[in-house]
């Protein structure tokens, strides 16, 4: 076979099948749709309903679908939004239910994660969890905590812009856990180098040392935090962490002096008692024992004393973490000292117990040492005395944890300075885990402050949501549908307003002149806040209700349900620091706050003013929201209390969010990915559709009969208001599956046979064509080899004879000669070169050289023209006669001869005188005369039998060619000439000597016309030449820089002729 007809044959077989493996690999691709794998990121997604949160993945969703949607009847719906009975809080339940029961604590309300706090470690935590999640688009994979990092985490990094995820829910329903999930996600998935491993392990270790002092048992929480927390995570630009902030809030101080029955102070106490080393419990003046210490077991009424030790809490070796974490902070031993010193202090301070004295004053009983404490706390009552420690206790731990706050943000600051200065680079993801509402039996200023935060925090997250929601219609083109819902700026301005809020009251009761009191405050309250929707009292309210207001209470009706709130305290709360003149304070605190003429801050301004920027932080900031729910109160795993959850649904407002949510679109989807999805259940869309995407929709919604009021075509999405629709045609999908499912097969099982034959018929053409070149090749090298085997022999025996050995060789070699003669032959008669002939063809090569030139000299010689041929024969005469004779021969040599230098000089009369006798040749001379060699011009013509000498018109002399004995000139570049003539003659009038430019050309032409080219005499030196009657004259010839003619001393004439310039 040839070669180009098996190539081509190949040629076709592969676009043959390359194009059927295209084919083949679509349908592969589009069989996996139907394949559902978690892990797959072909896997189908739910779809993409947050247009601000869908990073990254638009370009992905498409081919990944609703696997939750095949999934959706096994453990209810994972996303709130497709429930069917959306406004049923029962339908609400039940689907947490269901999903808690299979594990599965986290379910999404569009992008809002709700998670169920599951108190069991349900290893779907670890680092390979988190490479699932890694990088993968929200939807296309079960919700969870890390799918929400993720996505926070790339919208930062692909919109650049800040993020921040806030974490609610009530004490103990996993707020904590959930934070630090994030940031483990973060330090496990982000890029870090060196250096970033330490702000990283700083972050991660801040949380013990946070908790340690911020945290404490209560009933409701092991490990519930006792104030609240944002921090702020910065990355770089490469997306890696390279620093932090933490900002805290309301820490709550009553704990470190009075703590409920079963509940603790702050763990750090404990931990020190516990874990710290004997040395240093002594140096603090501690003993390892925690019923010795009022504040740590003084309202206990625990027969066993059993509250310092909690089984879930192993103080001692969290003393150790707390230890290693500090260390890894970076705090100095000094800064740990003085720390240990703090809280060893407000133990002891606890401790510190009063009498009366003999003239009743009070006084320190316990340790005499600190007498002293009781001359500077001063003349007061008992009660007073014992709020001034507690209170001089509460503020002394409460600057501690400030301070500890921000030696941590110290550390976790970032210090490169190039990098500060191009900040515009790093972006920040921002974690808020804040207490959830609270509602107790008697709820206090605080649980007042954590609700307050919990309004805020719920107005910022009605307006963001709506917002987005409505932004996202109107990009799309879509008339937006005004939801209903309840806005509750009204409780925030009840609370913040000025000069007629609850806190400007409070501000104002508290520090005006004179002794405040609850009453009073609770006058004024009713007086300015009388009638506001939202704030009730045992005055103003009116049968049943009044019943449940207490005469010391207020009821505020928050969005999430009414509290009552008790005055009791209220103002000895905010005011007790503030007024007091005692000079301890001015140790431990800094010296200006107390000295100051400024009207002190209440706490509660404080905290509306902490909060106010919290917000502006926030609203500066993408948000994400996890909404932590516990499922009983007595922390046990897989109980699911539904009275307990439905308090939490209600006040977490996940209804309202789910209202919000539903109110426009239940979905939203991008075109390309419907159409992906769907179109195997329309004629017209399958296999693919051609035209403008947005039409493959509406012809694939119209064939499936959606009726205009279920969905909404927008610009780039298509909107469907019922989940039902969606389900129905997902319904749709999956009935058609098996037939879609058995055209695959078969068309897989035809590709599959149809290639394996394809394989084995190419695998026959290969080896049979492989085999042909081969052979084809070896025929190749062995004739080469017998080639060079001949040639190496023919080599050998070249001298010799021919014979059979060298015959290849010499025939080679003539044949080479040849063809380099063919190829090279001589360009023209003046080019000799020529070839060297192999020995054997030295004679043939000589012939052949000959004829060649013969041939090419034929030529020439034809080609020759009759002027020319003219020319050259003077110059081959004058060749014979000058060349290697006279020193300006070669100078003549390409200068042509011409017909005659005088042109129309010739003088009419003398043409006259010379009859018949034509002048072929005129030339100006100059004639020496031969005694005083006087020189005279004249011309000199030449006819065909006779030379003329003319002076003007007169003929001078005539030299007759016959009388014309010799012509003399010398061997150098002059252009003296001698005609030697018969003196005796006496027609002629004896030698003529004579001078011209031409005297090679004059010469030349008179020797051919007087047949006188053997009478052309060269003399080296000296000429002699006859003047008259036996009279010689001499001409002397010698070379000089220059042409010289003189008269010489024996009456020579001495010609300098000159010389040549060296070449
Ligand atoms: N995802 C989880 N998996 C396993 N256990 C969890 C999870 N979330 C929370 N828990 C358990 O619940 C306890 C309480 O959680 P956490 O401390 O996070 O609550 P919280 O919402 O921060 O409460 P508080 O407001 O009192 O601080 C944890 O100590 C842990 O035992
Ligand atoms: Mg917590």
């Known amino acids: 076979m040839s070669e180009r007809p098996v190539c081509a044959f190949?040629?076709?077989?592969?676009?043959?099948?390359?194009?059927?493996?295209?084919?083949?690999?679509?349908?592969?691709?589009?069989?996996?749709?139907?394949?559902?794998?978690?892990?797959?990121?072909?896997?189908?997604?739910?779809?993409?309903?947050?247009?601000?949160?869908?990073?990254?993945?638009?370009?992905?969703?498409?081919?990944?679908?609703?696997?939750?949607?095949?999934?959706?009847?096994?453990?209810?719906?994972?996303?709130?939004?497709?429930?069917?009975?959306?406004?049923?809080?029962?339908?609400?339940?039940?689907?947490?239910?269901?999903?808690?029961?299979?594990?599965?604590?986290?379910?999404?309300?569009?992008?809002?994660?709700?998670?169920?706090?599951?108190?069991?470690?349900?290893?779907?935590?670890?680092?390979?969890?988190?490479?699932?999640?890694?990088?993968?688009?929200?939807?296309?994979?079960?919700?969870?905590?890390?799918?929400?990092?993720?996505?926070?985490?790339?919208?930062?990094?692909?919109?650049?812009?800040?993020?921040?995820?806030?974490?609610?829910?009530?004490?103990?329903?996993?707020?904590?856990?959930?934070?630090?999930?994030?940031?483990?996600?973060?330090?496990?998935?982000?890029?870090?180098?060196?250096?970033?491993?330490?702000?990283?392990?700083?972050?991660?270790?801040?949380?013990?040392?946070?908790?340690?002092?911020?945290?404490?048992?209560?009933?409701?929480?092991?490990?519930?935090?006792?104030?609240?927390?944002?921090?702020?995570?910065?990355?770089?630009?490469?997306?890696?962490?390279?620093?932090?902030?933490?900002?805290?809030?309301?820490l709550e101080k009553s704990r470190v002096v009075h703590q409920n029955h079963g509940e603790r102070n702050f763990h750090i106490f404990y931990q020190l008692l516990e874990g710290g080393e004997q040395d240093q419990l002594s140096k603090l003046g501690l003993e390892r024992n925690a019923q010795k210490y009022h504040y740590l077991v003084k309202v206990c009424v625990c027969v066993c004393g059993c509250c310092p030790r909690v089984s879930s809490i192993n103080d001692k070796s969290d003393w150790k973490t707390v230890r290693k974490a500090l260390t890894v902070i970076g705090f100095h031993e000094e800064e740990v000292e003085d720390l240990l010193n703090i809280i060893a202090s407000v133990l002891h301070l606890g401790n510190t117990q009063f009498g009366e004295g003999e003239d009743g004053e009070t006084q320190i009983t316990t340790e005499p040492q600190l007498t002293y404490l009781s001359k500077m706390i001063g003349p007061l009552s008992f009660e007073q005395a014992v709020a001034a420690r507690d209170a001089l206790a509460k503020a002394v731990y409460g600057r501690a944890f400030t301070w500890l706050v921000a030696k941590i943000n110290q550390s976790l600051a970032f210090k490169d300075e190039v990098y500060n200065s191009s900040k515009g680079s790093s972006s920040v993801i921002g974690l808020l885990d804040?207490?959830?509402?609270?509602?107790?039996?008697?709820?206090?200023?605080?649980?007042?402050?954590?609700?307050?935060?919990?309004?805020?925090?719920?107005?910022?997250?009605?307006?963001?949501?709506?917002?987005?929601?409505?932004?996202?219609?109107?990009?799309?083109?879509?008339?937006?549908?005004?939801?209903?819902?309840?806005?509750?700026?009204?409780?925030?301005?009840?609370?913040?307003?000025?000069?007629?809020?609850?806190?400007?009251?409070?501000?104002?009761?508290?520090?005006?002149?004179?002794?405040?009191?609850?009453?009073?405050?609770?006058?004024?309250?009713?007086?300015?806040?009388?009638?506001?929707?939202?704030?009730?009292?045992?005055?103003?309210?009116?049968?049943?209700?009044?019943?449940?207001?207490?005469?010391?209470?207020?009821?505020?009706?928050?969005?999430?349900?009414?509290?009552?709130?008790?005055?009791?305290?209220?103002?000895?709360?905010?005011?007790?620091?503030?007024?007091?003149?005692?000079?301890?304070?001015?140790?431990c605190f800094n010296r200006e706050e107390v000295t100051t003429q400024k009207r002190p801050e209440t706490a509660a301004t404080q905290f509306k003013n902490s909060l106010a920027k919290l917000i502006e932080i926030l609203m500066s900031k993408e948000p994400s929201y996890v909404r932590c729910i516990k499922p009983n109160d007595a922390k046990q795993s897989g109980r699911f209390d539904e009275a307990l959850v439905r308090h939490q649904v209600k006040y977490l407002g996940l209804m309202e969010n789910l209202r919000v949510r539903r109110a426009g679109f239940a979905y939203r989807r991008r075109y390309e990915a419907f159409l992906q999805r769907y179109k195997s259940l329309c004629p017209g869309t399958w296999p693919n559709w051609q035209g403008r995407l947005a039409d493959g929709v509406a012809t694939l919604v119209q064939h499936l009969g959606y009726k205009p009021e279920e969905y909404k075509l927008g610009k780039t999405k298509i909107f469907i208001r019922f989940p039902k629709t969606l389900f129905t045609t997902e319904d749709a999908l999956e009935a058609r599956r098996p037939a879609l499912a058995l055209t695959l097969q078969t068309s897989w099982r035809g590709y599959r046979e149809r290639a394996k034959y394809h394989r084995i018929r190419n695998a026959v053409i290969q080896s049979a064509w492989r085999g042909m070149k081969s052979r084809r090749k070896a025929r190749r090298r062995r004739h080469a080899a017998e080639i060079i085997r001949k040639f190496i022999k023919g080599f050998i025996y070249r001298h010799y004879e021919r014979c059979p050995e060298n015959e290849y060789f010499l025939d080679h070699q003539r044949f080479s000669f040849l063809m380099t003669l063919v190829r090279n032959p001589p360009k023209s008669v003046l080019d000799k070169s020529w070839p060297v002939p192999p020995p054997s063809l030295t004679e043939a090569s000589e012939h052949l050289c000959r004829l060649c030139m013969q041939n090419m000299m034929r030529a020439y010689c034809r080609r020759i023209q009759p002027e020319w041929k003219k020319q050259m024969e003077q110059k081959v005469v004058a060749s014979q006669i000058f060349q290697d004779q006279k020193d300006s021969y070669p100078q003549s040599v390409p200068k042509l001869f011409v017909a005659s230098r005088l042109g129309r000089e010739f003088n009419l009369k003398v043409i006259q005188t010379l009859g018949n006798d034509k002048v072929k040749y005129g030339v100006a001379v100059t004639k020496y005369d031969r005694r005083g060699y006087k020189a005279r011009p004249r011309q000199l013509l030449l006819t065909s039998s006779f030379a003329v000498l003319v002076a003007e018109a007169k003929l001078k002399q005539r030299i007759d060619y016959a009388a014309l004995r010799s012509i003399s000139v010398s061997s150098l570049t002059d252009g003296f000439m001698v005609l030697h003539v018969p003196s005796e003659d006496n027609k002629q009038k004896s030698d003529v000597v004579l001078q011209c430019d031409h005297v090679i050309e004059v010469v030349t032409k008179l020797a051919t016309m007087a047949d006188k080219k053997n009478k052309v005499n060269i003399s080296q030196d000296s000429i002699k030449f006859a003047v008259a009657r036996g009279k010689e004259g001499v001409i002397d010839f010698t070379s000089g820089p220059e042409l010289k003619v003189a008269k010489g001393k024996k009456g020579h004439l001495l010609v300098t002729a000159p010389q040549l310039n060296p070449r």
């Open 434 to 587: 804040i207490y959830g509402f609270e509602v107790f039996q008697h709820n206090s200023f605080e649980q007042f402050c954590i609700n307050y935060c919990n309004e805020k925090l719920q107005q910022l997250f009605i307006k963001l949501t709506l917002k987005s929601e409505q932004e996202e219609y109107e990009a799309e083109g879509i008339t937006w549908e005004p939801v209903k819902y309840f806005d509750n700026k009204i409780i925030c301005d009840l609370v913040e307003e000025k000069h007629k809020g609850f806190i400007s009251i409070l501000d104002e009761e508290c520090l005006r002149p004179g002794e405040p009191s609850d009453i009073s405050f609770l006058e004024k309250l009713e007086d300015t806040l009388g009638g506001h929707a939202h704030f009730v009292t045992h005055k103003l309210a009116n049968g049943k209700t009044r019943k449940a207001v207490g005469r010391e209470e207020f009821r505020l009706i928050h969005y999430a349900g009414e509290v009552n709130y008790t005055v009791n305290g209220e103002l000895a709360n905010q005011s007790v620091i503030c007024q007091s003149d005692n000079q301890i304070l001015s140790q």
């Open 10 to 250: 190949l040629w076709l077989i592969w676009l043959f099948l390359t194009s059927f493996l295209w084919r083949c690999l679509f349908a592969v691709l589009w069989c996996c749709q139907y394949t559902p794998n978690p892990n797959s990121t072909l896997c189908p997604t739910l779809h993409d309903r947050e247009p601000q949160k869908a990073v990254g993945g638009e370009g992905r969703v498409h081919r990944v679908m609703e696997s939750t949607l095949t999934a959706r009847d096994r453990v209810g719906v994972q996303d709130f939004v497709l429930l069917e009975n959306y406004t049923s809080e029962a339908a609400f339940i039940e689907n947490l239910r269901r999903r808690f029961g299979e594990k599965l604590i986290y379910t999404y309300i569009g992008s809002v994660l709700v998670s169920v706090n599951p108190y069991k470690d349900l290893e779907i935590y670890s680092k390979a969890h988190m490479e699932r999640y890694r990088g993968v688009s929200f939807y296309e994979i079960s919700p969870h905590i890390y799918a929400v990092s993720d996505n926070t985490y790339r919208a930062m990094r692909t919109e650049r812009r800040d993020q921040c995820i806030l974490i609610s829910g009530e004490s103990g329903a996993g707020k904590t856990e959930a934070s630090k999930k994030i940031l483990q996600y973060y330090a496990t998935t982000c890029p870090v180098t060196d250096h970033m491993s330490t702000i990283r392990d700083r972050l991660l270790q801040s949380n013990p040392v946070l908790e340690a002092f911020g945290n404490a048992k209560t009933l409701r929480n092991d490990n519930s935090s006792r104030f609240g927390k944002y921090m702020d995570v910065q990355f770089d630009f490469r997306g890696a962490p390279i620093g932090g902030h933490i900002l805290n809030y309301l």
